[in-house]
């Protein structure tokens, strides 16, 4: 078992609808969560971080923190043709340790 | 703030011969990384230094990787006697220290090796 788990999609959704991505994690002491948005051929830029329980909302963007259930997902709000890329999850365990990233998920947003 | 940097963007390589990266960080992040990513994969890690001082290589790198952070500014990394499966993007982010921060990621290194 992969220790960050992804469905690699492509998951399609129509413009202007919520986009959800989802991610889980195997390893119970991880602490720290990121989303990266990664377009085709291009290196990740950070989206969001969250280290809590709960929801973190910036924008269009809301992470969700579930540590019982070991899950982080993504929401995207008001689909974009431009939102269309593979975001990819990663985690951290306690001492900063090096973020381990899942294979990402393809996000396609239809016009 | 310049963002990180690496050279080259891309390398073709014949196998067997060696290469060598470049990243240059951002000045104020003591922390760099190394990651590698193939298609349809997420980076996979491959080492970090904190400052000059690496702190941990990935179990995955052969000892045909090597990398260095001389004085902690920027860092190196070298392939020796590259193989067809080395054929990757190599990806290079910094950070600041603690949790707090993600990685800026630099455009990456798209190595060929034919």
């Known amino acids: 078992q992969k220790e960050v788990e992804q469905n690699s999609g492509p998951l399609s959704v129509p413009e202007g609808a919520i986009a959800s991505l989802n991610c889980t994690y195997s390893d119970r002491v991880s602490q720290s969560f990121f989303w990266y948005r990664q377009y085709s051929g291009k290196s990740p830029e950070l989206i969001m971080s969250i280290y809590s329980n709960g929801d973190k909302e910036d924008g269009r963007f809301t992470a969700q923190l579930n540590k019982a259930s070991q899950y982080v997902s993504l929401l995207i709000r008001d689909s974009q043709p431009s939102d269309s890329a593979t975001y990819l999850c990663?985690?951290?365990?306690?001492?900063?340790?090096?973020?381990?990233f899942g294979k990402g998920t393809r996000l396609s947003v239809i016009a | 703030d310049t963002g990180v940097s690496q050279d080259p963007r891309h390398k073709i390589t014949k196998r067997g011969q060696n290469v060598t990266f470049r990243c240059d960080p951002i000045?104020?992040?003591?922390?760099l990384y190394w990651y590698r990513q193939t298609l349809g994969q997420g980076p996979e890690f491959l080492t970090y230094f904190q400052n000059e001082a690496q702190l941990e290589k990935s179990r995955l790198l052969s000892d045909r990787f090597s990398a260095e952070r001389p004085k902690g500014s920027f860092s190196t990394l070298e392939i020796q006697r590259t193989e067809q499966g080395d054929s990757a993007m190599y990806l290079c982010?910094?950070?600041?220290?603690?949790?707090?921060?993600?990685?800026?990621f630099g455009s990456g290194t798209r190595l060929t090796v034919v």
């Open positions: 000045s104020e992040h003591n922390r």
């Open positions: 990663a985690v951290s365990h306690p001492g900063n340790t090096p973020l381990v």
């Open positions: 982010a910094s950070s600041r220290p603690g949790q707090d921060y993600g990685y800026t």
